[in-house]
């Protein structure tokens, strides 16, 4: 496979300034190379991603690929209380009613806080719909 990379770079064509440019870019160290690349990104006000790697096609062409399974189960994460605390652990005591007044409040104090774990996708929504309607920021994962 490495055959067919030299290749393929050997066919690339580029001008003399630009082949300037990489000479040069290749004798860089590793530091250098990331201070060029924060540099360049200043400059032309971009940033760099890496390029998410490619799903290989699966043998056999024609069969149809599985659906993804989505995801059934999910915890609830209070990240943030908001500026209305007191609804927020109403909320929390609605949500989980075996909380006492005090472990209510110590959970939206702790945020970010999981609230519920492995709840079914219903759960999930309303208990997020709730603390979210209460002023607080909800995750679900």
Known sequence: MSDKKEKVVKK??????????VDEVST??????SELVKALEDKLGVQAVAAAPVAAAPAGGDQATPAAEEKSEFDVI????????IAVI????????D??????KDLADAAPKEILEGAKKEV??????????????????
């Open 99 to 104: 909380l006492g007044l005090k472990d209510a």
């Open 90 to 97: 109403k909320a929390i005591r609605e949500i989980k009613p």
């Open 28 to 33: 860089l160290s590793v530091m250098e190379l």
């Open 124 to 141: 999930a929504d309303e208990a997020k719909e709730k603390l979210e309607a209460a002023g607080a920021q909800v995750e679900l994962k």
């Open 78 to 85: 209070l990240a943030s209380a908001g500026s209305n605390k």
């Open 12 to 21: 690339v064509k580029t001008d003399s300034k630009l082949q300037k440019i």
